[in-house]
């Protein structure tokens, strides 16, 4: 049974996620630049098998696509050319860069640390990937 990853993908960064290979608990792994995101996976696959990758869908509230999805879609097309033949789901990640910043200022932590833009993302794929998990489990 492979390991579920799931991507919050930005302009700048992207956060990452990932399942215990028997899909029970979502873990944060990592946030890297979004440049180096292929270069990662490849990296990743090596050493662990994934099933499947679960990727942020950015929405605007009336449903139709926010202006980053152009920029996702890009990566998501670089994903499929470099693994044709992973398994990719789209999830609403609307709130989700919200909700982690609630998440992270109920912890406890510091100001300069609640305020990381990479702790943030890396919630937020954590959230993606629950959210997801919670839909098909």
């Known amino acids: 049974m492979g390991r579920w990853l799931a991507l919050d993908v930005g302009a700048k960064r992207t956060g990452i996620a990932v399942t215990d290979p028997m899909r029970i608990i979502a873990t944060a792994l990592n946030t890297i630049p979004t440049q180096e995101l292929v270069s ?5 696959f090596q ?13 605007q509230m ?10 996702i879609n890009k990566e998501i097309d670089k994903i499929k050319v470099a693994f044709p033949n992973i398994n990719i789901k789209r999830i609403d990640e609307r709130f989700t860069s919200k909700m ?5 200022a109920q912890s406890g932590m510091n100001k300069k640390n ?11 794929a954590t959230i993606i990937l629950q959210s997801y ?5």
């Not at 050493?47 to 929405?59: Q, R, T």
């Not at 982690?100 to 992270?104: E, H, N």
């Not at 998990?133 to 489990?137: D, E, H, I, R, V």
């Open 40 to 44: 990662f996976l490849k990296d990743y």
């Open 47 to 59: 050493k662990e098998e994934v099933e499947l990758l679960i990727v942020g869908e950015p929405k």
């Open 62 to 71: 009336d449903n139709t696509p926010s202006q980053s999805a152009a920029l």
């Open 100 to 104: 982690a910043s609630q998440v992270i």
């Open 114 to 124: 609640r305020q990381s833009k990479e702790l943030i993302d890396t919630v937020s």
């Open 133 to 137: 998990m919670s839909m098909n489990q």
